[in-house]
């Protein structure tokens, strides 16, 4: 019967409250949550790679980066959001720019917040970037993979018009038409294939060449999320840009870019060679 159900489609979009707990007018959102669980497991996991022999970054160093991580995370993800994808609405209405509850991050943006975090922390610590990088980057994976799957509970950033059996038709779709479940195809892709990558690399000892799992991070991540948008339907506001690629296609080309470049100079490196950079 499940399988008759599905191949007959769309699938029934399972209307999930974005709300996880509410307590009289206070509300937690699972948007909130992702966000929170993904910096705590990122930062624990991140943790147990500093306890490891060697590493040029301490555990409580690890522990202070957590809340530098944080302010990155959030005014870097909002700021870009901004930016890059909303910015007449948000000069229109300045107020609403405070309502992060409502979603609105940019990961590209999130990303630059963290790497401008990591370069003042690692120059006021005296640790090597790259070392911090690495340590950061196998991580990164889980919090994309909780966020889109609260971007699928909120029922948005969702697909293309779609004729395959699990299109779904989304609650706030104005055309009511079945769509890719595209939150979910990038939870895959940007979370859970990405980290098995990155965390495969690690236990191949990928850590001895330092940049290294930092340039896979950059270019897998601006490959998924290119793969990904083909799927996604363009931010309204925005529609398709140049050469009919979309905002995230566009930002995640300097990523793949800068991956490639971290990369070549990491296997140029003897392994295990102290990087000469900070």
């Not at 990904?228 to 995640?252: I, N």
């Amino acid at each position: 019967m499940f399988l008759a159900s599905l191949l007959a489609g769309p699938l029934p979009y399972p209307a999930i409250d974005p709300v996880a707990v509410a307590i009289g007018p206070f509300a937690i959102r699972w948007y909130a949550l992702a966000y929170v669980t993904g910096l705590l497991l990122a930062w624990r996991l991140a943790l147990r790679l500093a306890r490891r022999p060697g590493s040029a970054v301490s555990p409580e160093a690890t522990d202070d980066f957590l809340v530098w991580a944080i302010l990155g995370v959030i005014l870097g993800g909002r700021l870009g959001y901004i930016l890059a994808y909303n910015f007449d609405q948000y000069m229109a209405t300045p107020l609403a720019i405070l309502e992060v509850w409502h979603g609105g991050m940019s990961f590209h943006g999130g990303m630059l917040g963290v790497v401008l975090a990591v370069v003042l922390f690692c120059r006021r610590r005296g640790i090597p970037m790259l070392a911090l990088g690495d340590m950061i980057a196998p991580q990164v994976p889980i919090g994309l993979f909780l966020g889109r799957l609260a971007n699928f509970v909120n029922a948005e950033l969702y697909g293309r018009p779609a004729d395959v059996p699990w299109a779904m038709v989304f609650p706030t779709d104005p055309d009511q038409v079945p769509r890719h479940p595209s939150q979910l195809y990038q939870a895959g892709l940007e979370g859970l294939v990405l980290l098995l990558v990155l965390q495969v690399l690690l236990a191949a000892g990928g850590l001895r060449r330092r940049g290294l799992i930092t340039g896979i991070f950059l270019c897998g991540y601006g490959v998924a999320r290119i793969i990904g948008e083909f799927f996604r339907a363009p931010d309204p506001q925005l529609g398709f840009l140049w050469g009919g690629a979309t905002m995230g296609q566009l930002l995640s080309l300097p990523m793949i870019v800068a991956g490639l470049g971290l990369l070549i100079w990491s296997l140029r490196r003897p392994a295990g060679a102290p990087a000469k950079t900070p």
